[in-house]
């Protein structure tokens, strides 16, 4: 897997992109990537404790995802502050995805697989996928869509390679065995997210499932994805 320049994650939650692809993130900032956030939901439904109020949660759930990002050292986290649970593939949600493209220019951009059909996953991953995929191809590429952006000095953008997180079928391993110690730092900035296991414990299982995915690809740990690319 090249190194890219500049890459662009699209998370629904906060924590999912610490959990999915923490490692190749640390990689390749390590070797001088800029890598860039767009968080779309609040997260404001992740939570079991009954004092708990959305309102509440979605602050602290921001300012967690603020520490993981700055714990790996991404430049920036775009907040589209959606209701978690709530996201819906509209044009408003699609536009706010093309304006980040052609902002950061990302030549990859990491988001979930929006396709399985063996096992079960968030419908907000869902359609962060389906929606990042057609942000993506074509609606940032072709210059009638999203007109508007050209006002603020944006221009078209195409992305060489989308990489899904989560896939059914792993194409891609990326070996993170040098990443996985600040992955999971950044995994413990997510404090309100630790449902009554213990900061170890949650780490433990982070290590677990790395190392599962490595163990395929003769790493000690990896991330695995799905990889598209695009003629650009
Ligand atoms: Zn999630």
């Known amino acids: ?43 404001s439904k992740g939570t079991d404790d009954p004092e708990m109020t959305p309102e509440r949660l979605a602050k602290i759930r921001y300012r967690e995802q603020l520490e993981a990002a700055k714990t790996l050292g991404v430049k920036e986290v775009v907040a589209l502050g959606y209701p978690d649970g709530e996201l819906e593939d509209t044009r408003e949600f699609r ?23 063996s096992f079960y996953f968030h ?25 508007e952006h050209e006002a603020e000095g944006l221009v078209p953008h195409k992305t060489g ?8 079928e792993i194409e891609t391993y990326v070996d993170i065995t040098e990443s996985m110690d600040l992955k999971a730092e950044a995994l413990k900035c997510h404090r309100s997210q630790l449902g ?4 170890d414990e949650n780490v433990g299982w982070l290590r677990r ?12 740990y990896a991330e695995g994805y799905r990889v598209v690319r695009f003629r650009t």
């Open 196 to 199: 009554g296991l213990s900061e």
């Open 1 to 43: 897997m090249e190194v890219p320049r500049t890459a662009m994650v699209v998370t629904p939650h906060p924590d999912d992109a610490e959990i999915s692809c923490g490692g190749t993130v640390t990689n390749w900032i390590r070797q001088g990537a800029s890598v860039y956030y767009v968080l779309c939901s609040d997260g």
């Open 161 to 168: 390679t989308l990489m899904f997180w989560g896939p059914e």
């Open 95 to 117: 536009g706010h995805l093309v304006r980040a493209l052609r902002r950061f220019r990302p030549e990859v951009v990491i988001c979930p697989d929006p396709y399985r059909r």
């Open 209 to 220: 499932w790395c190392a599962e995915m490595g163990k395929k690809a003769g790493f000690e």
């Open 123 to 147: 419908r907000d991953h869902r359609i962060v996928g389906q929606v990042t995929q057609d942000a993506v191809f074509p609606y940032a590429r072709d210059r009638l869509h999203f007109p």
